[in-house]
């Protein structure tokens, strides 16, 4: 079946750690996305990428990196400078064109103690 | 650049009472606009979509949106809801040119019996 994996569903790290949140899609998208989701703030955006190679930062990059050494991966990781990790992280992918619209992965919550 | 403004964070009714959940957007060019649902702990489905043409537009399961350029609006709607419909929907935008994709606050309907 087509679609997003995040992994994992959930994902517990000890303050100061960094850590890897892993996205895979296998529908040939060219566009991927990463959103931090909060009670009551929405979705924000933190990174997203058109093509491989590249990525642009979104509203609240700070404290996380990016790479997409390949198109059907986007891996997300938080960094020990993120002042307030715990969120649940969604990521999407579409296909780069005319009136698409976004597909999402079923998030990784983390929490940091 | 584009915002999405949400208008209630929480809207109560009573099953089988209509429902209308409000979003405005800003944007200098022509956007496609979303709406997305998200039930507990899960990634968001897209619940429907404007892209051109008939201001109106319709899900599967009641749900209707009309675009309003006018008044840059984008209300979603349905005549009847149900127990099931209890969930977070968000609203959404996008520029015509671009891949960027910008979210509401979110607004969280909960259908009482």
């Known amino acids: 079946d087509g679609g997003i994996t995040q992994s994992p569903k959930y994902l517990f790290r000890k303050e100061g750690q960094n850590v890897t949140l892993s996205c895979e899609q296998n529908?040939?998208?060219?566009?991927m996305y990463w959103y931090r989701q909060d009670p009551g703030q929405g979705l924000r955006l933190i990174y997203y990428s058109q093509i491989v190679n590249d990525f642009q930062k979104g509203d609240i990059a700070e404290g996380y990196s990016v790479s997409r050494e390949k198109k059907e991966s986007f891996p997300l990781t938080v960094t020990s400078a993120q002042k307030n990790p715990t969120a649940f992280y969604l990521c999407?992918?579409?296909?780069?064109?005319?009136?698409?619209?976004?597909?999402f992965g079923q998030g990784t919550r983390l929490t940091v103690v | 650049a584009q915002s999405v403004t949400q208008l209630d964070s929480q809207v109560p009714v009573f099953e089988e009472a209509p429902v209308e959940l409000r979003c405005n957007y800003s944007s200098s060019v022509s956007v496609y606009l979303f709406w997305y649902v998200q039930y507990p702990n899960q990634g968001l489905q897209l619940l429907l979509k404007y892209l051109s043409g008939s201001t109106l537009v319709e899900s599967i399961n009641g749900f209707e949106a009309e675009f309003n350029k006018s008044q840059t609006s984008f209300h979603l709607r349905k005549p009847s809801v149900h127990i099931s419909d209890t969930a977070e929907y968000f609203c959404?935008?996008?520029?015509?040119?671009?891949?960027?994709?910008?979210f509401g606050e979110g607004t969280q309907l909960t259908v009482n019996p």
């Open positions: 999407a992918s579409f296909p780069y064109g005319e009136g698409t619209e976004a597909f």
């Open positions: 529908l040939n998208h060219d566009a």
């Open positions: 959404a935008v996008r520029e015509t040119s671009g891949s960027r994709l910008t």
